[in-house]
């Protein structure tokens, strides 16, 4: 198990704690941290709210050279087209700039509806207890705890049945193109595999990140299924380029897992797309 399985990712009062932190940013991504921050705030001037870092990068567990750098942009109005043009550029420049990652991310809200009541147990969860502020006033302040419930499980992947048909068409569009293909391996098994861990989230009464954690854990409740995760979260940090991983994401085990946490959570109640 990794380093949160002793409490879990809890506080001592059993709400979910925010993972990750700008001090466990590795040397190795400083200064890709550090012009994100730069770039960002000139890019968008006033028009940004605030700024975040997510995944293994501000969780201190990032491999150089193989993983991406996420990062979540709330505006104070709604994204217009140009500034999702910004955010393309934005991202094109700093993988180009750094090859210290492999890829890098770009999501892009206003701040009304982060803290909707419609995305609390959604986006709005996400910035509180998944992102790490880089720039401007914490959104989180404004937002609720959280516990993992199975609510908190509806909520977030309760959409997979929804994804999956716009899955098959990408691995459609994909067909021939190896690097097209390794993009959406990543991106299934990463879904997959967080999909199955919240499935049993509540069960097991707490909340990780890392992947291989996640597969472990899901692999405890499901035992028939345990072999597939494992494969996927090794997909979802080093994929491969054959097609056929696909197929076996959207006709079986994808399908298998919407079906199985519709009948323990639901269906998510405002399906959002992948």
Same mark, same amino acid.
């Given at each position: 198990m990794g380093t949160q399985a002793a409490h879990r990712g809890l506080d001592a009062s059993g709400w979910l704690e925010r993972e990750g932190s700008l001090g466990l940013v590795q040397p190795a991504f400083a200064e890709l941290v550090a012009t994100a921050r730069g770039r960002t705030a000139e890019a968008y001037g006033r028009?940004? $709210?605030?700024?975040?870092?997510?995944?293994?990068?501000?969780?201190?567990?990032?491999?150089? *050279?193989?993983?991406?750098?996420?990062?979540?942009l709330a505006l104070h109005a709604e994204p217009a087209q140009e500034d999702r043009q910004?955010?393309?550029?934005?991202?094109?420049?700093? @993988?180009? !700039?750094?090859? +210290? +990652?492999?890829?890098?991310?770009?999501?892009?809200?206003?701040?009304?509806?982060?803290?909707?009541?419609?995305?609390?147990?959604?986006?709005g969860w996400f910035l509180a207890c998944l992102c790490t502020p880089l720039l401007g006033a914490?959104?989180?302040?404004h937002l609720p705890r959280y516990r993992p419930d199975s609510l908190l499980a509806r909520e977030t992947?309760? !959409?997979?049945? !929804?994804?999956? #048909?716009r899955w098959r068409e990408r691995a459609a569009d994909a067909a021939g193109d190896p690097e097209a293909v390794r993009r959406l391996r990543r991106a299934c098994a990463?879904?997959?595999?967080?999909?199955?861990?919240?499935? +049993?989230?509540?069960? %097991?009464?707490?909340?990780?990140? @890392?992947?291989?954690?996640?597969?472990?854990?899901? *692999?405890?409740?499901y035992p028939q299924r345990a072999a597939e995760l494992r494969a996927a979260a &090794?997909?979802?940090?080093?994929?491969?380029? &054959? #097609?056929?991983?696909?197929?076996?994401?959207?006709?079986?085990? *994808?399908? %298998?897992?919407?079906?199985?946490?519709?009948?323990? $959570?639901?269906?998510?109640t405002r399906p959002v797309g992948a």
């Open positions: 028009r940004l $709210h605030s700024a975040y870092l997510y995944g293994s990068v501000p969780r201190g567990t990032a491999r150089p *050279g193989r993983s991406d750098l996420d990062l979540l910004t955010a393309d550029a934005l991202a094109r420049g700093l @993988d180009e !700039d750094f090859g +210290v +990652v492999d890829g890098v991310g770009v999501l892009l809200y206003g701040k009304d509806r982060l803290l909707s009541e419609q995305e609390r147990y959604d986006l914490d959104l989180a302040e992947n309760g !959409d997979l049945a !929804d994804v999956l #048909p990463r879904k997959l595999v967080r999909t199955a861990f919240t499935l +049993v989230m509540p069960r %097991w009464g707490g909340w990780t990140s @890392d992947l291989a954690e996640s597969a472990e854990i899901f *692999g405890h409740c &090794d997909d979802a940090l080093a994929p491969g380029t &054959d #097609p056929a991983a696909l197929y076996a994401y959207t006709e079986d085990l *994808g399908p %298998w897992l919407a079906a199985e946490y519709t009948r323990v $959570h639901g269906r998510k």
